[in-house]
């Protein structure tokens, strides 16, 4: 069984992957970190040189990978993961889709510290990165809110969560 985190970035997939991945007895990946193993370049590298388009490209191919290895996979998808080239639907249709849900306010909290190091928060102001955040979780949302469950960041019970997944294997 797959089980793919999606949301905003700064959401929490890679934290709660973890969690829940060692609750369930599951492998887990960070889509991210498995694409920087792939190309030998950081994402910030993967922008900077080929940009965005290049990137999308790059990233549904490893999601793609990432989907036919053997064994049961929790994987941490990149923000914009689940945006293009219709792997929202790809995801709902080899395994369990869950969208973080965040607020724009705890979104900004995150990410004024972690700017430097996402490549389409560069050199952004507070103000700036809020109305980033707000305009782009708005374009967003439309694919976010086809995963199959939907939890807020605030609400995460690991537990809970990883006996909501074992009931829909049943």
């Not at 069984?1 to 970035?9: A, C, D, R, S």
């Not at 960070?30 to 790059?58: N, S, V």
Request: glycine share 6%; with cysteine; aromatic share 10%.
């Amino acid at each position: 069984m797959k089980v793919f985190l999606i949301g905003f970035m700064a959401s929490g997939k890679t934290t709660l992957g973890e969690k829940l991945a060692k609750e369930l007895g599951f492998k887990f990946i960070d889509l991210d970190q498995y694409i920087e193993r792939r190309e030998g370049k950081t994402i910030k590298e993967l922008f900077e040189i080929r940009g965005e388009e290049h990137f999308r490209k790059i990233e549904s191919e490893a999601l793609r990978e990432v989907s036919a290895l053997d064994k049961d996979h929790v994987i941490a998808s990149g923000g914009g993961t689940s945006c293009f080239y219709n792997s929202v639907d790809f995801m709902n249709k080899v395994g369990i889709t869950i969208y973080l849900r965040a607020e724009v306010p705890e979104l900004v909290a995150r990410l004024i510290k972690a700017k430097d190091y996402r490549p389409l928060l560069w050199g952004k102001s507070k103000d700036e990165l809020s109305s980033y955040i707000i305009r782009v979780l708005d374009e967003r949302k439309k694919y976010y809110e086809r995963a199959k469950i939907a939890i807020s960041i605030n609400d995460t019970n690991v537990k809970m969560l990883a006996n909501t997944i074992r009931a829909t294997q049943s």
